[in-house]
């Protein structure tokens, strides 16, 4: 059913700060079934080794996923009631970026990934489960950037990096922001994950320490200074 990153360490000393776990599928999944909950529960239960440092979990669709109301919802029921924290979705078929897949998302309160190179144009801005319900319960904002325009090989430029960093700056509501860097092919994942680290910190004026990163570098978690 589900794998996640044998590197989950991490270096921040303020908590939630490993990288989010990453739950994905190569079959289509019959999310219906009883062995969904157990399957569930086995994967929650091999991940929970992260202890309070595990904060987001990812569920990653196959591309050939096609949006189902019914089924979707059912199984998003059974992730929230497997796993305690908050929860995002990265879709990879044209379905799941309709109104109607919007909706569910937002009712069964799932965020859905912004992704660079997005194929379609929804992809690339946050959606489904994106306005706080109140100050301690508000949804997480999560990009994954692959590099562009070769996918998973291209650095951003300064330009790229810096509309990143400012978009980032006027996210911040009091919720939690993932930024995943995939162009690790070249080696450019740490590079720019560093750079826009840098630049957050420069537009803040906080100290050295902000905003906090993981252990590999690659995975920029921000949250904003006090």
């Not at 059913?1 to 079959?27: I, K, N, Y």
């Not at 994950?193 to 537009?203: T, V």
């Amino acid at each position: 059913l589900a794998q996640f990153p044998q590197q989950h360490r991490s270096d921040d000393p303020h908590g939630c700060g490993s990288p989010a776990v990453e739950a994905m599928r190569s079959a289509r999944p019959r999310v219906g079934q009883a062995w969904a909950r157990a399957a569930l529960a086995r994967f929650v239960d091999a991940a929970g080794g992260l202890g309070p440092k595990w904060c987001v979990l990812l569920v990653q669709l196959p591309t050939s996923l096609v949006f189902d109301d019914s089924v979707a919802g059912h199984f998003f029921e059974q992730v929230h009631a497997a796993y305690g924290g908050a929860i995002v979705c990265e879709p990879r078929h044209s379905s799941w970026f309709t109104q109607q897949a919007e909706r569910l998302l937002r009712e069964v309160e799932v965020s859905r990934a912004a992704i660079d190179p997005a194929k379609w144009q929804e992809a690339g801005e946050p959606g489904g489960w994106t306005r706080a319900i109140a100050m301690d319960h508000a949804p997480t904002l999560y990009c994954r950037w692959h590099g562009s325009p070769r996918e998973y090989w291209s650095s951003y430029d300064e330009g790229w990096l810096r509309e990143r960093a400012q978009w980032l700056r006027s996210q911040f509501q009091d919720q939690p922001c993932w930024s995943i860097f995939g162009n690790t092919a070249g080696g450019k994942a740490v590079r720019n994950a560093l750079r826009l680290k840098a630049m957050l910190r420069d537009e803040a004026g906080a100290d050295e320490a902000w905003p906090y990163g993981s252990g590999d570098g690659a995975r920029l978690h921000v949250r904003p200074p006090r």
